[in-house]
């Protein structure tokens, strides 16, 4: 009787938590809720920044070791793109059938998304431990970086499983309303790799390799936080294995809403390798390096969107489910209009003093130069990206997969790639910088268009009632 009673308790408690979303004022909601995910997702991007960061200052041999290190980044980041399909489409399905009152529906979301990383992971260390060396020489490795990419890689692959349920599962932590235990478990993680990181790349002499072990083992205490919340008594979405048995319904559901944060996470991949081919034919290493440097820095600025438009999206999602529509209005304006703002000044910067930044990442003046030179060309398309990054994260809160599917195609898949194969034909080596902008720009009206046409209709019962 007593443990009834208490059970019953906690399950007022949890409801009462989902519910300060509905209820709390939008200003302290937004701090509670985005703090932490802004935090954590910022501590979260230092695991490969730090890396570049040390390896780039490695005596002697830092530039190569930079630029081969920054080759692996298609690979990892199609990695990751496994665990944004959950992250960005499971968790706000969550949060839309606890907003619906259906608990036990959100814990076989959970459960199947489990199960679906762990696939992943067998899948993705075959195939690229059966393949990375020529994979790599594909995707811009020159002979002096292809021993340095290597070295990185096949250790990085070993914690392939961390990878996907660090960075896939902790959004069920965020969508309970619990984002200061979900950035402890980025905190412990990123702590960990800052601290091993000049143990094992210098102390013990490990050069890259000691980079790829320092973030296999990090990655693995982030995990074993995550899984231990979720497994525990304070998580009110619980792992079960009677959960775990794979839907095709709720995995489809999960598909329609994810697919649109994973092709922006695998296209990012495939652009790095279509960039980095690009500049090594037409430049080089140092043109290659150059890119390293910025996409690292493009990732650190793009960090505290990602934790605040994580933290937001949870927010929208379960007041859409409870059909409060006009607090669904104050909440998308907030994020669009903070993601733009940030976004513009970010950019801003990096084209005011774009070598300031460069320095971070190496000492040799050549690449140093060339960075400053390309830099404010790179990153001009950002001063209107930040509408694209508050308007896509809004479709997905509301569930609205194919619009969100279209603008990821857009950018990446319909502008970006062809305009980076095109436009060297007739620019040289510049033409892979100069698609960046563009694609950046026409995608960020388009979304913009799109939402202003078609919000009024998604805020309604018919549109929600389609969502399954």
């Not at 896939?168 to 601290?195: H, W, Y």
């Not at 505290?304 to 059909?323: C, D, E, H, R």
């Not at 529509?325 to 907030?334: A, D, I, T």
């Not at 479709?395 to 195609?409: E, N, P, R």
Request: aromatic share 10%; hydrophobic share 55%.
């Amino acid at each position: 009787m007593e443990k009834s009673r208490a059970g019953v308790r906690d399950r007022e408690k949890e409801k009462t938590r989902e519910e300060r979303m509905a209820t709390e004022s939008v200003g302290r909601l937004m701090v509670s809720m985005t703090l932490p995910a802004i935090l954590a997702q910022i501590i979260n991007v230092l695991y490969s920044v730090i890396d570049r960061i040390y390896i780039g200052h490695m005596e002697g041999v830092g530039a190569n070791a930079l630029t081969g290190v920054g080759v692996t980044f298609c690979i990892t980041m199609f990695i990751s793109a496994f665990s944004a399909f959950i992250s960005s489409g499971a968790a706000p399905l969550a949060a839309i059938w606890l907003g619906k009152g259906d608990r036990e529906h959100a814990e076989k979301i959970l459960g199947n998304s489990v199960s679906f990383l762990i696939a992943c992971t067998v899948v993705l260390m075959a195939v690229f431990y059966a393949f990375q060396r020529p994979l790599l020489y594909q995707f811009g490795a020159s002979d002096a970086t292809i021993g340095y990419a290597m070295d990185y890689l096949s250790i990085y692959l070993a914690g392939t499983l961390f990878v996907e349920l660090a960075l896939g599962l902790n959004a069920f932590i965020i969508c309970q309303s619990r984002a200061k235990t979900a950035m402890l478990s980025v905190l412990i993680g990123a702590v960990a790799n800052i601290i091993l990181d000049p143990i094992f790349i210098f102390a013990l002499h490990m050069g890259v390799r000691g980079a790829a072990v320092a973030t296999v083992i990090s990655q693995g205490l982030s995990a074993a936080w995550i899984l231990a919340f979720l497994f525990g008594k304070q998580s009110s979405l619980k792992i079960r294995r009677s959960c775990m048995r794979i839907d095709g319904g709720i995995l489809g559901s999960v598909f329609s809403l994810g697919i649109s944060p994973f092709i922006m996470n695998a296209t990012e991949s495939f652009i790095s390798i279509v960039l980095n081919h690009g500049l090594q034919v037409y430049g080089g290493d140092l043109y290659v390096g150059s890119l390293t440097i910025m996409q690292s820095i493009m990732q650190l600025f793009s960090a505290p969107l990602n934790g605040f438009t994580q933290g937001m999206t949870p927010i929208v999602s379960y007041n859409y489910g409870a059909k409060n529509f006009g607090r669904v209005r104050l909440l998308y304006r907030w994020l669009i209009g903070i993601c733009f703002g940030f976004r513009f000044l970010t950019a801003l910067s990096t084209m005011v003093v774009p070598a300031f930044y460069a320095r971070f990442f190496t000492n040799e003046q050549e690449l140093v130069a060339l960075t400053g030179r390309v830099m404010p060309i790179f990153m001009a398309g950002m001063l209107l990206f930040g509408l694209q990054n508050g308007i896509q994260p809004t479709f997905l809160a509301l569930g609205q997969a194919k619009v969100s599917l279209f603008i990821a195609v857009l950018r990446k898949i319909i502008l970006l790639i062809p305009l980076a194969i095109i436009l060297p034909h007739f620019m040289g080596v510049m033409g892979v910088y100069y698609a960046e902008p563009v694609s950046d720009i026409l995608s960020a009206v388009t979304a913009t268009a799109l939402f202003a046409l078609n919000i009024r209709n998604i805020l309604s019962e018919e549109a929600l009632a389609k969502i399954r």
